[in-house]
C-alpha cells in the first residue's frame, strides 16, 4: 500500500455523450471525453472550442465606455494632460502599458503613475492624487485598481479631476464617486463576460478607443490575463490564445529583451512561458523596487535602453528569488513555533522587516506546505501597521471572509483565493482569532486535505500519439480550462527507478496487456523504495509527447503514485539488519520478532523497540492493520505466522525472515531409512551411540544429526530406550507411524515453512501471504453482508 499525497477527485464523465461527440467529429475517446467535461457536450459548442474563430464582444457593451471614450477623445482634442494610475503587479503593469501605448498611438499627452509598494501600498492614495493636481492633471484613469478608492474619488472630485476606474476586483457595498466606472463584474453590468483580468479591461478601452481590435497589443494582454490567473474561458481564452501567437512573433524591443536575458525561445512560448518566466521577472520588480521599471521597458524604442532595463529586471527576479528563500524559511519557524496548525485552521504570522514585496509569494509557499488558508504581514513597528498579503484554498473565500472584518480592515481587496489588506498591528491578534472562528465554522477535516481534481481516467490503449496531438487543441490552458490531468488506474510496472544527479527524480514504464506508456516523476525519486516491483500501480500527471532523436512516444509527467492493496518486500538473506529503519517507514512501523534474543539485540542497536510474538496467543492480539510490517527472524510454526496476519490487512509486509542456519538442506529420513536404521539396531542391539555413532552415519553417507534425530524418534514412538548413550530396543513395542512422534512433525513443517518462506520465489511468496491476508478479509466483508 502508498498512500497518495493528495485527495484524488475524478469527474464523472458521460461516456455515452463523450462516444457519441468522438463519432460525430471524428475525434479520439480521450479528447471528446475531456471537452464533455468542460462543458462542450455538443458538437457545435465542440467544434467551436477547438476550431472556431470567436469573435470580441462590442466594448461599448460595458456601463461608462460611452462615457469615458467621449471624455479621454475630449482630453486628446484639448490636450489635456492625462494620467494612467496602475498596479504594481504584472496585471497593472500589462494594464498601464496598453493604455499607454493606446494613448500615445492617438496623441495624448499621457504619463503614468505606479504607487511604489512600500511607502504608498496598494490603489490609489489621496497624496498621489494631490501631486497630480500639482501638475495640472484633469483626467485620471485608473488601470487594474480603483475599484475600492471611495476616498480617493472623492479627492479627485474636490481637486477637480475627472476620474474614470477601469477595474475587475471584487467591488465592495459602496462604489467610488467617479466619472465611469468600467468594471465587468459591477451588479448592474451588462457585458456578457464578467471575468476579464485587469489589463483584458484595459484593453476592451483601447479597443473602445481605437474603433477597432487593436491586435497589436494582444502581445501584452496576454502577460496579465495569464499571470492574473482569471478564467480561461470566454474573450480571455481569445486573448490568451490570439495574444500567444502574437508573443512568438513579437518585434516589441522590451519584450525580445526580456526573452533574451531569461533564456526563453520565442518559437516555444505557451501559457507556462508567461506563468512561469515571464510574469514573475516583471512581477520582481514591482516587489523589491518602483514598477515603473517593467512599464519602461515594456514601451521603450530604444534597444540599448531595453537591455539595460531587462539586465536590472533579471537581477531584481534573482534577488527576489533568494529573498522568498529566506523568507519562507523563517516564516516555516514562526509557524512552528507559535501557530501549529493543530490550533489555526488560518495561519496569520508577521514580522518585522519582512519585505511586503514578497508577502504573497511567502503566504503561497504556506499553503502549499500547511494546506490552510495563509496570511503574511510585514510589521512597521514605526507606523504602528502591518501590510498583508493572503492565499487561501478551496472552500473558504478570502473576499467574502475578509469583508466581515471591515472594522479592522480600513485597506483591503482581492478575490476569494487571494487578498491584501492593511491594519493596525494592535488588530492582528483579533485578525487572527476572527478568521479562525471563521474557518472553524465553515472548513472540515477533508477541507484541510490537499485534492487533485482529475479529468478522466484512461486506459493506457487509449493514450497514443494521434489524441495527444488532438489535446493540444484544447490549449492555452489556465483556470477552468486546466491543463489535462488523468488518472491511469491498477497497471502493472515494467520498469522503474530513480534518476538525476541526486537520485531525486524517477523513471517508470507501465504497462497494461499490450499497451504501454513511459513516465517520469520530478522530485518523486523517493517514492520508488516505497513501491514493490510486482505491484499494480495506480498514477496521477499531464500526458504530453517526448521528442527525442526524432522519435516521438506518448509519456506522462507523474504528479502522484497509490498502491491500494498491500505490498511484498523481499529482503530475505540479509544477515545485516542495520538498514531496517530507513527502509521501513516509520508510519506505523512494527518490528515483530520471535526471538527474545533477537528482541534484545534489535532494541539495542537499532534503538526500536520491537513486538516480540512468543505463541499463537500473542500473535492473534497484535494490532497490524494498515501496519507497515517487518518480519525480521523465522517464525516458529506456521500457525503463528497465520495468526499474526489473518484479519489485519497490513498496508506492507517486509520479509527479512533472519535464521541463523537452516534444516532445509539437512536430509529428512525416508521410511526406508528408519527401515535399515531399525533393522542395523536389531542386529547389533544394544549399541553405544556415543561410540559408534559417527560410524554408522558414515557407512550410510549421513550426518551425525541425522542419526540423532532417528533416534529421538524413535524414543518418542516407544520403539527404543536411551540410557547414557546405550540405544536398546523395547520388546514387541506397539506398531505406530512416524508421523506420530512430535519431533518428526516439527522437522518436517519446519522444513515446509523454511520451504514457503525462505526458499520461494518472490512471486510464490508473495502468494502465500496472499492467501493468508485476502481470505480473511473476504470473510469478514462476507461477514458484515450478514450482520
Known sequence: MLKPKTRWVVRHSDHQLAESLANELNITPLVATLLVNRGFDTASSARFFLFGKEEFYDPFLFNGMETAVKRIRAAIDQNEPILIFGDYDADGVSSTSVLMLTLRDLGANVQFYIPNRFSEGYGPNEPAFRHAAELGIKLIITVDTGIAAVHEAEVAKQLGIDLIITDHHEPGPVLPHALAIIHPKLADSTYPFRELAGVGVAFKLAHALYGRLPEHLLEIAVIGTI??????????RLIAKNGLQKLKETERIGLRA???TAGIDPLAINEETIGFSIAPRINAVGRLADADLAVQLLLTEDPVEAEELAAEMEALNKSRQALVNTMTEEAIAEVETHYPIDSNKVLVIGKEGWNAGVIGIVASKLVEKYYRPAIVLSFDQEKGLAKGSARSIPGFDLFQNLSTLRDILPHFGGHPMAAGMTLRLDDVAE???KLNQLAADVLTDD???????????????EIDLQSLEEMRLLSPYGIDNPKPKVLINNVGITSLRKIGSDQNHLKITVNDH???LDGVGFGLGAVVDQISPAAKISLIGELSINEWNNIRKPQIFVQDIAVRSWQLFDFRGQKHLGSIPVTVPEENRKLIVFNKHHAEKINKHLGIEPVCIEDV?????????????????????KEILIQLLKGKQPARIYAYFYKASSDFFSTIPTRDHFKWFYAFLLKNNPIDLNRYGDDIAKLRGWSRSTINFMTKVFSELNFVTINNGFITLNKQPQKRDLTDSRTFQQKQAQSELERDLLFSSFQELKQWFTNIIEESVEIEEAIKQWI
Open 227 to 236: 499571470a492574473d490567473l482569471v478564467s480561461l474561458t470566454g474573450e480571455n
Open 258 to 260: 526580456i526573452f533574451k
Open 431 to 433: 485578525l487572527r482569532q
Open 447 to 461: 477541507d484541510f486535505i490537499p485534492v487533485t481534481y482529475l479529468d478522466n481516467e484512461v486506459p493506457l490503449k
Open 514 to 516: 499490450d499497451a504501454h
Open 617 to 637: 496467543e500473542s500473535a492473534k492480539a497484535f494490532d497490524g492493520y494498515h501496519a507497515n510490517i517487518a518480519l525480521v527472524d523465522f517464525p516458529p510454526s
